[in-house]
């Protein structure tokens, strides 16, 4: 019996973790899209609930708009995007692969950091109010997430090691150094300067002398 009571306990937990993960899941992109102009009932309508279904998982837009930005940021899902490139393509297809995957997410990031922003101040979500997912995340700072990041990267390299003229690690803590500041600076397509990955991976392999 006290099982019982415990997985009733439990179930209203899970059923509003999973409707909090659908509505960021439906925000993000238009967040995206149309920026902080973006209602809550548009973001119902793109998750497929009612808008009173939002609102019986966060207390209000700032809380969405707060949970949003937790999960852009949330280092694990590029780490888990770079560990799925497959390692049997050339160097040079694994480089272009980090890189989109690494520009991809700057760019929603900043995307969705710009548009929270402008909203006004999201007010941060009290741990009570968390998912079970969200509050095991909370101990992983920059530091960590960089660690995995740059981790992972090197998994890509490293059997290419001998044919580098540096250790997986210095490659790829030099590519990090490369691809993370373009996107901190939004220098990927800012006119003139705009940035292709392929002239990167060129200039990252061979370097810019003839």
Same mark, same amino acid.
């Given at each position: 019996?006290?099982?019982?009571?415990?997985?009733?306990?439990?179930?209203?937990?899970?059923?509003?973790?999973?409707?909090?993960?659908?509505?960021?899941?439906?925000?993000?992109?238009?967040?995206?899209?149309?920026?902080?102009?973006?209602?809550?009932?548009?973001?119902?309508?793109?998750?497929?609930?009612?808008?009173?279904?939002?609102?019986?998982?966060?207390? +209000?837009?700032? &809380?969405?708009?707060?949970?949003?930005?937790? &999960?852009?940021? +949330?280092?694990?899902?590029?780490?888990?995007?770079?560990?799925?490139?497959?390692?049997?393509?050339?160097?040079? +297809?694994?480089?272009?692969?980090?890189? &989109?995957?690494?520009?991809?997410?700057?760019?929603?990031?900043?995307?969705?950091?710009?548009?929270?922003?402008?909203?006004?101040?999201?007010?941060?979500?009290?741990?009570?109010?968390?998912?079970?997912?969200?509050?095991?995340?909370?101990?992983?700072?920059?530091?960590?997430?960089?660690?995995?990041?740059?981790?992972?990267?090197?998994?890509?390299?490293?059997?290419? +090691?001998?044919?580098?003229?540096?250790?997986? &690690?210095?490659?790829?803590?030099?590519?990090?150094?490369?691809?993370?500041?373009?996107?901190?600076?939004?220098?990927?397509?800012?006119?003139?300067?705009?940035?292709?990955?392929?002239?990167?991976?060129?200039?990252?392999?061979?370097?810019?002398?003839?």
């Amino acid at each position: 019996m006290p099982d019982q009571q415990q997985q009733r306990q439990r179930a209203p937990r899970k059923s509003i973790d999973e409707r909090r993960a659908m509505v960021v899941a439906a925000a993000i992109p238009l967040l995206v899209e149309l920026g902080p102009s973006v209602t809550t009932a548009q973001i119902a309508r793109a998750a497929g609930i009612s808008e009173p279904t939002i609102f019986r998982a966060f207390t +209000d837009k700032n &809380e969405v708009l707060a949970a949003c930005m937790a &999960e852009v940021t +949330d280092g694990r899902h590029v780490a888990d995007e770079l560990a799925a490139i497959e390692r049997d393509v050339s160097l040079h +297809d694994r480089l272009t692969a980090v890189i &989109e995957v690494i520009r991809a997410q700057s760019q929603r990031t900043a995307a969705v950091i710009n548009a929270v922003s402008l909203a006004g101040q999201a007010r941060l979500r009290q741990r009570e109010s968390m998912s079970d997912e969200e509050r095991n995340r909370l101990p992983e700072s920059r530091t960590e997430s960089y660690t995995r990041l740059r981790d992972t990267v090197v998994g890509i390299l490293e059997s290419d +090691d001998t044919a580098l003229r540096t250790s997986a &690690e210095e490659a790829a803590t030099l590519i990090l150094a490369i691809v993370l500041s373009l996107g901190r600076g939004g220098g990927w397509d800012t006119g003139a300067a705009s940035v292709t990955t392929a002239g990167l991976v060129e200039m990252i392999l061979h370097g810019i002398t003839a």
